[in-house]
């Protein structure tokens, strides 16, 4: 079965602190892939990473970086510096098996304060 | 930037009427999606078209759901006789290909009452 779990709820930061969003993922296929969703506020999922199965280099875009684990199943996402503007809930999310649909995490709201 | 449409952004209906929820993918995507999200839980899949045709779908769409792309550029799904457990946010996606990324409009929000 595949399933994705986000323990974290909910985390709360003060700006400029730096967070790690945690997502831990379970498939017994060999070929997936990874994705994080951001929701804002106004309520659309905007899409902010892709990792295939293979691909186990982590990666940074600004102030974004992911953690890919195969050997402890994590997709890891850390802000660095965070801002107001990143008070949203974060998904993780899993494509596997048919290939055709995603498998999403409970989702983690982050408020980040003045 | 192409974008995934929407229409209505906020729809609300009586119980057991029928509603249409429309979506524009991108262009050039030939795989479609419906998700929902019922208030402050996790986003489900629906249904997967691909060639006209469903190519995955899951438990919750029943019966009472369809979906249908009835021209080159539009994509919906109707729920025949509406319940109030169906109120939730109506998100259609799309992607260009298989296992990449799905791109997701901006949601309508159901409300049934």
């Known amino acids: 079965a595949q399933k994705v779990t986000q323990a974290q709820t909910e985390i709360s930061v003060v700006e400029k602190e730096d967070v790690t969003l945690d997502c831990v993922y379970e498939?017994?296929?060999?070929?997936?892939?990874l994705f994080w969703y951001k929701q804002p506020p106004s309520g659309e999922l905007v899409f902010l990473i892709r990792?295939?199965?293979?691909?186990?280099q982590n990666e940074i875009s600004g102030r974004y970086s992911w953690n890919f684990q195969k050997s402890t199943s994590s997709f890891n996402f850390t802000i660095t510096a965070s801002q107001v503007v990143d008070s949203a809930v974060y998904f993780c999310?899993?494509?596997?098996?048919?290939?055709?649909?995603?498998?999403f995490g409970a989702g983690t709201r982050l408020a980040v304060h003045p | 930037e192409p974008e995934v449409t929407q229409t209505p952004s906020h729809q609300v209906t009586q119980m057991g009427q029928e509603v249409i929820l429309r979506c524009v993918p991108i262009?050039?995507?030939?795989?479609f999606y419906w998700y929902r999200q019922i208030l402050g839980q996790k986003v489900e899949f629906l249904v997967s078209?691909?060639?006209?045709?469903?190519?995955?779908k899951s438990e919750i769409f029943d019966d009472q759901f369809s979906v249908e792309r009835p021209d080159g550029s539009n994509f919906t799904l109707k729920i025949r006789s509406t319940k109030l457990e169906d109120s939730a946010m109506y998100f259609c996606?799309?992607?260009?290909?298989?296992?990449?990324?799905?791109?997701f409009g901006q949601g309508t929000r159901l409300t049934v009452v």
């Open positions: 996606a799309s992607s260009g290909t298989l296992n990449t990324e799905a791109f």
């Open positions: 999310a899993l494509l596997s098996g048919g290939y055709n649909k995603l498998i």
């Open positions: 262009s050039n995507h030939l795989y």
């Open positions: 498939t017994r296929d060999t070929t997936y892939y």
């Open positions: 990792r295939n199965s293979f691909d186990e």
């Open positions: 078209f691909y060639n006209n045709e469903i190519s995955e």
